[in-house]
């Protein structure tokens, strides 16, 4: 199926949008907080190419998915996963960046329609300290957008994409309505215990990781943790931050496409 048109999931308190492109079995992308479905650009053609249908997914309160949802984080996007999943009746491969690798673990979890998870930049265990505290301080409404947008930049360690400053000027302007910036900060209170929790040898699992993702202090061992409780492989990704599938699309591409097949049998 091939639409290229933006869907809107109708959820309880609000609606999530996502895009679809290309025809065959599916593979759904899911973004990071404060980021956007757009953050697979460069990923999705060479998916469609491959033979696979992509969406591209907004995390709800993100970019045109609606504002009017009272829970964020892990287990509120799972939800909306294995509602799409569950309302298209189609199974899938889950690539989910950031936050959104501990959503797909908990969605593999509560759906039969998950054949396997792609995990980049996975935050799937809370990490140690006040950064929870910290980001509740930094992102204050009167500041905290511009605290962001000056963060942002070092997520991209490694290669940017050449356009790089376009894509952040819309991911600005995603965050400017003080209903989307308060949906963003809602999102930053993930608790990613449940996802910990959750890591099982149940669901085929690839973990993409930038080498010099500075989220972690330790990527590659975060990478290789992750990889072995869920009995999955790990790849690391030279010249590459927070956000691999779109600073390394060339490395990133092959190695869903191949993971996406080998669990087609």
């Known amino acids: 199926m091939t639409t290229n048109s933006i869907t809107y999931l109708t959820r309880p308190e609000g609606r999530v949008a996502y895009e679809r492109t290309g025809e065959g079995p599916?593979?759904?992308?899911?973004?990071?907080?404060?980021?956007?479905?757009?953050?697979?650009?460069?990923?999705?053609?060479?998916?469609?190419?491959a033979g696979f249908s992509v969406i591209t997914m907004d995390l709800r309160g993100h970019g045109e998915s609606d504002k009017t949802f009272s829970e964020y984080g892990d287990a509120a996007t799972s939800t909306d996963i294995?509602?799409?999943?569950?309302?298209?009746?189609e199974d899938a491969i889950l690539v989910g960046n950031s936050m959104?690798?501990?959503?797909?673990?908990?969605?593999?979890?509560?759906?039969?329609?998950?054949?396997?998870?792609?995990l980049?930049?996975?935050?799937?265990?809370?990490?140690?300290?006040?950064?929870?505290?910290i980001l509740?301080?930094?992102?204050?409404?009167?500041w905290g957008r511009a605290v962001w947008m000056g963060y942002l930049p070092n997520l991209y360690a490694g290669t940017t994409p050449a356009d790089q400053a376009a894509y952040l000027a819309s991911v600005r302007a995603a965050l400017r309505p003080s209903d989307a910036f308060r949906a963003f900060r809602m999102t930053t209170r993930a608790d990613h215990a449940p996802a910990e929790a959750a890591l099982n040898t149940a669901t085929p699992t690839l973990v993409v990781m930038?080498?010099?993702?500075?989220?972690?202090?330790?990527?590659r061992a975060e990478a290789e943790w992750i990889?072995?409780?869920?009995?999955?492989?790990?790849?690391?990704?030279?010249?590459?931050?927070?956000?691999?599938?779109?600073?390394?699309?060339?490395?990133?591409a092959p190695a869903i496409i191949e993971f996406a097949r080998a669990q087609r049998g």
């Open 26 to 49: 599916l593979i759904v992308c899911i973004p990071g907080m404060g980021d956007l479905r757009t953050s697979y650009r460069h990923t999705t053609p060479a998916l469609v190419a």
């Open 82 to 89: 294995v509602a799409l999943l569950s309302d298209l009746n």
């Open 100 to 118: 959104a690798a501990g959503a797909a673990v908990l969605a593999a979890r509560a759906s039969t329609h998950v054949r396997g998870n792609v």
């Open 120 to 133: 980049v930049g996975p935050f799937v265990r809370n990490p140690k300290g006040n950064l929870g505290w």
């Open 136 to 142: 509740n301080i930094l992102l204050q409404p009167l």
């Open 210 to 219: 930038g080498e010099k993702d500075p989220d972690f202090k330790n990527a």
């Open 227 to 252: 990889a072995a409780q869920t009995g999955g492989r790990a790849l690391i990704v030279p010249e590459a931050g927070h956000y691999p599938q779109s600073q390394r699309p060339e490395i990133v």
